[in-house]
Nanobody, 111 residues
Framework: QVQVVESGGGLVQAGGSLRLSCVASGSIFSINAMGWYRQAPGKQRELVALITNGDRTRYADSVKGRFTISRDNAKNTVFLQMNSLKPEDTAVYYC?????WGQGTQVTVSS
């Protein structure tokens, strides 16, 4: 079984940056992709970014050019660098590793 723990959320002004981290543990050999979803109040959960074992990446159109996903295989960690943040990026961000989800971390961007 896989476990994931997120960190790095917080409050930032528009135009600022945050970096989210997600550490996976357990049966990590079974993980084929890791990434982040987010859910804003009253909205559906949406994919933000993912990275596969082959280092293929995928981004939501709304974050392309502003967010970057990367991984440190030695530490079983995935990062989401978020730059030029906008108020509409405000949401709870959930890390996933294959079918395992984290508890979520709040990101709030003030205008």
């Amino acid at each position: 079984q896989v476990q994931v723990v997120e960190s790095g959320g917080g409050l930032v002004q528009a135009g600022g940056s945050l970096r989210l981290s997600c550490v996976a543990s357990g049966s990590i050999f079974s993980i084929n992709a890791m990434g982040w979803y987010r859910q804003a109040p009253g909205k559906q959960r949406e994919l933000v970014a993912l990275i596969t074992n082959g280092d293929r990446t995928r981004y939501a159109d709304s974050v392309k050019g502003r967010f970057t996903i990367s991984r440190d295989n030695a530490k079983n960690t995935v990062f989401l660098q978020m730059n030029s943040l906008k108020p509409e990026d405000t949401a709870v961000y959930y890390c996933f590793a294959s079918s395992t989800w984290g508890q979520g971390t709040q990101v709030t961007v003030s205008s």
